[in-house]
């Protein structure tokens, strides 16, 4: 009866630590991350980018009448056509200046030679106005030449001669007028000339450089106005398009092992050009693609339809990275391994890092020395630590 006794309670007992064992180790589980893990794989990636740019003329420059004042003309012929090839100073369009500044510029002609006049009626010493004429040239070439020890000797001597032919108040006096009538000789000569040179830049508007007529803005009988640009004249015979792209993208294409394709399209229609070239504009990365003038590409919208195709490499599900690909060239990740514990083998998480070779939107290609077939955590339901007990709910090989 007592063996019958103590069995039984050797039987209860036993139960009772399997179910303790049994929920200790629920319990313990309870709280271990669950994770989903995905081998390596051996491939290549495969980008695909849609751009946008704007086709341009290579080195162009404007063509804009300048002035301090703004005068207008009628273009009575345009003397070019898109795409011709012109030298510098060759007439791109002749034009009626308006009456305005022709009666400006009339008026100018009647100061400067009131100017003159006032300068040859004045009372005046030969010897003086010859002094005075030597001084203002000698003290110009001294301004231009610092370092010009002869220069600044002539500039010194001309003011000492002059210096000494005003010893009288009677003669200071001539040199104060002197100055004045010649200074407003001066002032009148700067003027018309400043306003002949409007009247001729709108009489006949010339090319600025040679090079390429990459756009006509006007036609005969439209308005010209200074300080409106007119014309566009470029110094390359070949439009370029612009594509900025982002700091992946040109990090990308710079280490590119081929482009599969390349695509332009404005509009519907596709266009020939040559392969891409990652450049730079300021701080900006773009892609260029040139292509021989044409004036219906000339300022349109183009989009680039790109696709890049690496050579085969390690690849790794972008998910599995918890450091930025785009920031850094040392990723890392964690990878599962087995490992004797106390109530048996587990899994655990090891951290692991690798060389970063490039990426697309899915996967990291890497340089690692880990076989293909290592387990890698893609996903995980808590955060994760080196050696860390993990459960793994669903594993991918490949």
């Given amino acids: 009866m007592k ?5 039984a309670l050797l039987c209860v007992f036993f139960a009772l630590a399997a179910l303790c064992l049994f929920l200790s180790r629920s319990w313990i589980n309870s709280d271990t991350p669950r994770v989903q893990t995905q081998s390596f794989e ?10 946008k740019g704007e086709y341009r003329a290579q080195g162009a420059a404007e ?41 400006r510029l009339g008026e100018k002609k009647e100061a400067l030679d009131a100017a003159r006049l006032e300068l040859m009626q004045g009372e005046q010493d030969e010897t003086l106005l010859t002094a005075y004429e030597r001084y203002i040239a000698a003290e110009d070439a001294a301004m231009l030449s610092p370092e010009d020890e002869q220069a600044q000797r002539a500039a010194q001597q001309a003011k000492e001669d002059l210096t000494a032919l005003t010893d009288t108040r009677e003669r200071q006096a001539q040199l104060k007028s002197l100055r ?10 700067e003027d018309y000339l400043e306003l002949t040179e409007v009247c001729d830049s709108l009489a006949v508007v010339r090319a600025p450089q040679d090079g390429v ?50 695509r332009i399209r404005i509009g519907n229609a596709m266009i020939q050009a040559r392969e891409p070239e990652l450049v730079m504009i300021g701080t900006q990365s773009c892609l260029q693609v040139t292509t021989p003038f044409n004036g ?35 990723v890392s990740f964690y990878v599962t391994e087995p490992r004797s514990g106390f109530f048996g083998m587990e ?29 890698v955590v ?18 991918k090989t490949k």
């Fill in 63 to 103: 063509v804009v009448v300048n002035a301090q004042d703004t005068f207008t003309a009628t273009v009575q012929e345009v003397c070019a056509t898109p795409g011709q090839r012109v030298q510098a100073g060759d007439a791109l369009y002749r034009c009626a200046v308006h009456s305005e500044l022709k009666q």
């Fill in 213 to 262: 007529v990459a756009e006509l803005r006007l036609e005969a009988g439209d308005p010209l106005r200074t300080g409106v640009c007119c014309a566009v004249v470029a110094s390359s015979d070949e439009l370029a398009a612009q594509f900025p792209v982002t700091q992946e993208q040109a990090t990308f294409f710079a280490n590119r092992a081929g482009i599969s394709a390349c």
């Fill in 296 to 330: 219906a590409l000339y300022g349109a919208n183009a989009v680039m339809e790109l696709e890049l195709l690496t050579l085969a490499g390690t690849l790794l599900p972008r998910n599995a990275l918890h450091t930025d690909a785009e920031q850094s060239r040392q």
């Fill in 347 to 375: 899994t655990i998480v090891k951290q692991k890092t690798a060389t970063l070779l490039d990426w697309d939107a899915e996967y990291v290609m890497v340089l690692t020395d880990l076989p293909l077939v290592t387990p």
């Fill in 3 to 7: 063996k019958k006794l103590l069995t």
């Fill in 378 to 395: 893609v996903s995980a339901s808590a955060e994760l630590y080196d050696d860390c007990v993990v459960l793994v709910t669903d594993e």
């Fill in 180 to 189: 004045s009538r010649t200074e407003r000789l001066r002032r009148c000569e």
């Fill in 42 to 51: 051996q491939g290549a990636l495969h980008k695909r980018y849609s751009l």
